[in-house]
């Protein structure tokens, strides 16, 4: 075996704290969610009273990066950003990385998620309604570095909505391989993580299983 390590293995694993860069309650408690098993202590943005940065990004991954740096450069400590969104296929990829911006500035999720039954009829889009929650996941620690996780979970949409747990468009999307939406499914079940290490059922937990591989 060499006594050299990698440049990956030389990077510290995640302990004491790391600032979660995310405005977005329904992310934040699923981080703390996520995180909780490892004994990091996660730090919200919003307890750090750090700015909001306009996300001006083409891609999730784009977006996840200036979020995390910001948050990084800002606070001194190690960020965990999450870039995420709905993808729906007969609308070509949309609402994508427009997914919040979808709900308007009173991030109405009704509202964004009629749109996106409105356009499927107007383009009369015949169901199945195939969709994909994808979430990048970066970390942006202090001394520049940058690392990203990419997860996605694959499924069809339904309307009306169903179940009031989650956030976001969990009301309307139900997984493969599922009959419930996300939005009946508690956070376990939506998590989805088995024992065995197999992958995980929701975008985010499936980035996070990456992520948790290589730094925790
Ligand atoms: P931050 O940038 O502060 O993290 P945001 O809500 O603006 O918060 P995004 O730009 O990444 O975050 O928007 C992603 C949107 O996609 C989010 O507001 C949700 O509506 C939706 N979304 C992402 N993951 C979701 C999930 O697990 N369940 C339901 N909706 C989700």
Redesign the pocket.
């Known amino acids: 075996m060499s006594g050299e390590a990698s440049s990956a293995e030389k990077r510290a694993r995640l302990s004491g704290r790391l600032v979660a860069?995310?405005?977005?309650s329904?992310?934040l408690r699923?981080i703390r969610e996520l995180m909780k098993p490892y004994g990091v202590n996660v730090v919200s943005?919003a307890e750090l009273n750090l700015a909001?940065p306009e996300?001006t990004g083409s891609t999730f991954r784009d977006?996840a990066a200036l979020?995390a740096e910001a948050a990084a450069r800002a606070s001194g400590i190690v960020a965990l950003?999450?870039?995420?969104?709905?993808c729906v296929e007969a609308l070509g990829g949309a609402p994508g990385?427009y997914?919040?911006r979808w709900?308007g500035g009173g991030k109405d999720?009704g509202a964004?998620m009629a749109r996106v039954e409105r356009e499927l009829e107007a383009l009369a889009a015949p169901p199945p309604w195939r969709a994909s929650?994808v979430?990048v996941l970066a970390l942006a620690w202090p001394d520049g570095a940058l690392e990203t996780f990419e997860g996605r979970v694959d499924g069809a949409l339904v309307f009306p909505p169903r179940g009031t747990a989650?956030?976001?468009?969990?009301p309307i999307?139900r997984p493969d391989g599922h009959d419930r939406t996300?939005g009946e499914m508690g956070p376990e079940e939506?998590h989805g993580i088995p024992a065995d290490g197999s992958l995980a059922l929701?975008?985010?937990a499936r980035a996070f299983q990456k992520l948790s591989r290589e730094r925790l």
């Open positions: 860069a995310t405005h977005n329904g992310k699923e943005a909001e996300e977006n979020k950003a999450d870039d995420s969104g709905l990385i997914s919040a709900a999720f964004a929650f979430s989650g956030f976001g468009y969990d999307f996300f939506k929701s975008h985010r």
